[in-house]
């Protein structure tokens, strides 16, 4: 089972500030890395696929970025909007897994 | 755009089978664009993928809940389903339908608590 890690665990940050988030994995996944943003009663959203294409929707304030092994969600001007919790997601091998979250609160 | 739902009990009593039921609106289950999965998140943890089930049936399930998971789609209905038999504690969690490529989860449904307790 590939296993994705994720760093920071928390940040808080202020409006408008750049946040950089972390996902790495345990081996060699190309591009099959995604990305997906929760807010508590919400349904999830994905905001970026195979690493760096965003999906349809998402605000250009978030990016994706990395192959292999590395892989960085940047939020470019973060909004009070953006308060939730990041997971990726690898797809290149079954089981599918998740990181296990970055929580971004607003100061 | 795709919408999704699930329905089902939200109380299961401990041995017992876990049935959830995600319905399609927006699209239609039969389209060869779409895969449909369901993913699971128990309380203060991360999210754990389910299983992933093909608008042809093919099926792709997590090792950990193989013996115990069946994922099926009603074309019929526009629906696809999981049961889960045998639950116990730890599979209290908030389940969520999605669907989208093989690979990626597009489109989530808002995801329902389901708890195990006698």
């Known amino acids: 089972e590939i296993v994705l890690t994720q760093s920071p665990d928390f940040q808080s940050v202020t409006p408008k500030e750049k946040v950089t988030i972390t996902c790495r994995a345990s081996q060699n996944i190309g591009s099959s890395l995604h990305w997906y943003q929760l807010k508590p009663d919400q349904s999830p959203k994905l905001l970026i696929r195979y690493a760096s294409q965003s999906f349809s929707g998402v605000p250009s304030r978030f990016s994706g970025s990395g192959s292999g092994t590395h892989f960085t969600l940047t939020i470019n001007g973060l909004e009070a909007e953006d308060a939730a919790t990041y997971y990726c997601h690898q797809s290149t091998a079954l089981p599918f897994t998740f990181g296990p979250g970055t929580k971004v609160d607003i100061k | 755009q795709l919408q999704l739902q699930e329905s089902g009990p939200g109380l299961v009593k401990p041995s017992e089978t876990l049935s959830l039921t995600c319905i399609v609106s927006g699209g239609s289950i039969s389209s060869s664009s779409y895969y449909w999965a369901w993913i699971r998140q128990p309380p203060g943890k991360g999210l754990e993928w389910i299983g992933t089930i093909s608008y042809r049936g093919s099926t792709y399930y997590n090792p950990s809940l193989t013996r115990r998971l069946t994922i099926s789609v009603d074309t019929s209905k526009d629906d696809f389903s999981l049961k889960l038999t045998s639950v116990t504690a730890a599979d209290t969690a908030v389940y969520y339908c999605?669907?989208?490529?093989?690979?990626?989860?597009?489109?989530w449904g808002q995801g329902t608590l389901v708890t195990v307790s006698s």
């Open positions: 999605a669907s989208g490529g093989y690979e990626s989860f597009d489109y």
